[in-house]
Nanobody, 117 residues
Framework: QVQLVESGGGLVQAGGSLRLSCDAS????????EGWFRQAPGKKREFVAS???????YYADSVKGRFTISRDNAKNTVYLQMNSLKPEDTAVYYC???????????WGQGTQVTVSS
């Protein structure tokens, strides 16, 4: 069992940056793939970025070149560095973990990101 807790969300102006953190407990994150997803009001949850257990990274086209996912095994934490933020990035961001980048077993509670224009 893995417990995930996100932090780092907040209000930022367009063009600004935020770094989200996902702290894990229960099992080493290095045993899993991790991902970030987001859900805007009235929309379905969508994939943002993921990192495999071996360190391969994947991004949605909408965030490629602006967001970076990384993992610190010593801290058992996954990060999402978000640069050049846009109002359309406004959403609740969720961290997930699972056996592969296409299978998500564990989810955090989410952290709100609001980008003002």
């Amino acid at each position: 069992q893995v417990q995930l807790v996100e932090s780092g969300g907040g209000l930022v102006q367009a063009g600004g940056s935020l770094r989200l953190s996902c702290d894990a407990s229960g099992r080493p994150l290095s045993d899993y793939a991790e991902g970030w997803f987001r859900q805007a009001p009235g929309k379905k949850r969508e994939f943002v970025a993921s990192i495999s257990w071996s360190g391969d990274t994947y991004y949605a086209d909408s965030v490629k070149g602006r967001f970076t996912i990384s993992r610190d095994n010593a801290k058992n934490t996954v990060y999402l560095q978000m640069n050049s933020l846009k109002p359309e990035d406004t959403a609740v961001y969720y961290c997930a973990a699972g056996p592969s980048t296409s299978s998500w077993y564990y989810w955090g509670q989410g952290t709100q990101v609001t980008v003002s224009s």
